[in-house]
C-alpha cells in the first residue's frame, strides 16, 4: 500500500469516528467541536489531490484512491451548505445521458454485426452533455454556497475529460466514470448530514 494510501485510510478512521460522535445524541454538547475536527480531517485528506488527478479517473477509470476522495469531497460539499435539492436535476440529467449511451452502444453492436458502418452512429445525448456545463454554472450560481462552486469545478473536470474524445465508445465509457464519481460524491453527501434541502 502507498504511503498517501496509508494516511487516506488513517484520515478516513478519524472522519468515522468524529462521525460516530457527532450520530451519537450524548455527544451533542460538544457537536461544534466535532464538526470543526471533521472539517480539519477532510481538509487535510483533500490536500492529498490535485484537480489533475480528477480527469485521470475519468479516461482511465477508477483506482482506491478515487473512492476516498468522493468521501472526503462529498463530506466537504455537505459542510459547505450545498443541498441534495440543489443538485438533484442535474443528478437526474446525467442519469439519462448515461441511458443514452448505453442505447448507442446496443446500436453499434447491431450495426457491427449487420456489417452496416458504424462509424455513422454517434453519442446521440451530445447536445445534453454539452449543456452540462453550464447547467452546472448556474447551479452553483444559484446555490449561493461554496459547496456548489466546489462541486461546480470537480465536475466540470470530469466532463472536459469526457468531452477530449470523439470516439464513441471511448465518450460513452469516459461518461459512465463521470457519472460513478458524481453518484460516489452524492452518496457521501448524504453520509455526512448533506440536507435535502434549506427548510431541513
Known sequence: MSE??????????????IQSKLEDYREKHNRNNH?????????KALDEFDGNEIQGWITEGFVPETVYFTEFFGYQVAEEGLTTSQIRNLYHE??????SGATDLARLEQERR????????????QNSLLMLSPRLSYAAARSNKEGGKLLKRVLIAGLNAVMETDDLEKKIERFNNFSD?????????????GKDSDKN
Not at 185 to 193: D, I, N, R, S
Open 94 to 99: 446525467v442519469k439519462k445521458i448515461q441511458m
Open 181 to 193: 464519481l458524481f453518484e460516489a460524491v452524492l452518496c457521501y453527501h448524504k453520509t455526512a448530514g
Open 114 to 125: 449487420g456489417e452496416n458502418n458504424p462509424t455513422k452512429v454517434k453519442f446521440s445525448a
Open 35 to 43: 464538526y470543526k475536527d471533521r472539517k480539519a480531517v477532510v481538509k
Open 4 to 17: 498517501r494510501l496509508t494516511r487516506l485510510k488513517k484520515l478516513q478512521k478519524d472522519l468515522w469516528e
